[in-house]
């Protein structure tokens, strides 16, 4: 540990398409990209098809291999999901687009408003993504830029993360708000804050709940309108594997019966809404792990896909497209 969408309920009532009842959205697929293996970066990314969870790895790659990539998904949920952040020969500002459902690449000419790495990230989806904290090379960072889907421009938002926080990771309730919760940096070098971004004025709080125990490096994922999930990580102590869950809308805090397979930190996150949550590879003390842990959120259960990443890896990205209407 030494290194450094949504239940979305888009309406697209047009010529050729009209409700027929199902009011649901159906998940598509979901993505883990980049990360470091034993073999060194990674560009690759592998996706995730729902329902049946199976695995494939696209042909379209990240625009360079890079660790250290934004944690907790920025989807815009049937159009395109964007990884951002992380660290190649050094820091990057870039933001690489993989657009759905053609799974190809682009990189936006838009970049983060500073080169960082562990950053996290998370997006309502229709609307806008939020890339927040990390690490500049130098300094420990409070930022949140902002990446408008429809012009795919970056602004930086007045509002700041209550600590300066490096390997943070965040969720978000789609419409609502987006939350950023832990990370290391500062003193105390653990953190267990979780502030909260409205999203109709982009206004920053800090919820009166924490995370149960101090981290940094662990996953995010939502079920939009219902709640969000905080798994993994480590602190002081080493590597965790208990789950906090943040009940929407009131805000509270419990904690998972479930846990993950193991202990492990450095994991990729990303979720399909109204179904299940996913944490991929990550760090443990065997080593880095290709495995990828299921929670399925009517339960609050965990399983353990029968499909793997593609290689162990750690330090990676996750987002999902959990489909529209």
Do not use: C
């Not at 509002?159 to 309730?173: H, Y």
């Not at 399909?272 to 399925?296: C, H, P, Q």
Request: proline letters at 2%; glycine letters at 16%.
């Amino acid at each position: 540990m030494t290194r450094f969408d949504s239940r979305r309920r888009v309406s697209t009532y047009t010529s050729v398409w009209m409700p027929t009842g199902d009011e649901t959205a159906h998940g598509v697929a979901g993505y883990f990209a980049g990360g470091y293996s034993s073999a060194g970066l990674l560009s690759g990314i592998d996706k995730i098809t729902f329902p049946d969870d199976t695995k494939s790895t696209l042909s379209a790659t990240l625009t360079g291999a890079a660790e250290g990539l934004s944690q907790g998904g920025m989807a815009n949920s049937g159009v395109a999901g964007y990884v951002s952040g992380g660290v190649g020969a050094a820091n990057l500002s870039r933001i690489d687009k993989i657009t759905f459902p053609a799974d190809t690449k682009s990189t936006l000419s838009a970049t983060l408003s500073v080169a960082v790495a562990n950053p996290a990230a998370m997006a309502n989806s229709g609307t806008a993504g939020y890339v927040g904290g990390g690490h500049d090379g130098s300094n420990v960072r409070s930022h949140i830029d902002k990446i408008t889907f429809s012009s795919e421009s970056r602004s930086t938002l007045s509002a700041t993360l209550t600590s300066a926080a490096n390997q943070l990771s965040a969720m978000a309730n789609s419409s609502v708000a987006g939350y950023f919760g832990g990370g290391t940096g500062g003193s105390p070098y653990y953190h267990s804050n979780i502030d909260k971004i409205t999203f109709a004025d982009d206004s920053k709080s800090t919820l009166s709940a924490t995370l149960t125990t101090a981290r940094g490096y662990m996953g995010g994922v939502a079920d939009s309108g219902v709640a969000g999930y905080f798994g993994g990580g480590g602190d002081a102590g080493g590597n965790l594997s208990g789950i906090d869950k943040i009940t929407f809308p009131a805000d509270t805090k419990s904690t998972l019966s479930a846990t993950l397979t193991s202990a492990v930190s450095q994991m990729g996150s990303m979720a399909n809404s109204g179904v299940a949550g996913y944490f991929g590879g990550g760090e443990a003390s065997a080593g880095y792990l290709t495995r990828i842990d299921k929670i399925t959120f009517s339960s609050d259960s965990k399983s353990t896909l029968s499909a793997t990443l593609t290689s162990a890896r750690r330090d990676l990205a996750g987002f999902a497209d959990s489909g529209t209407l």
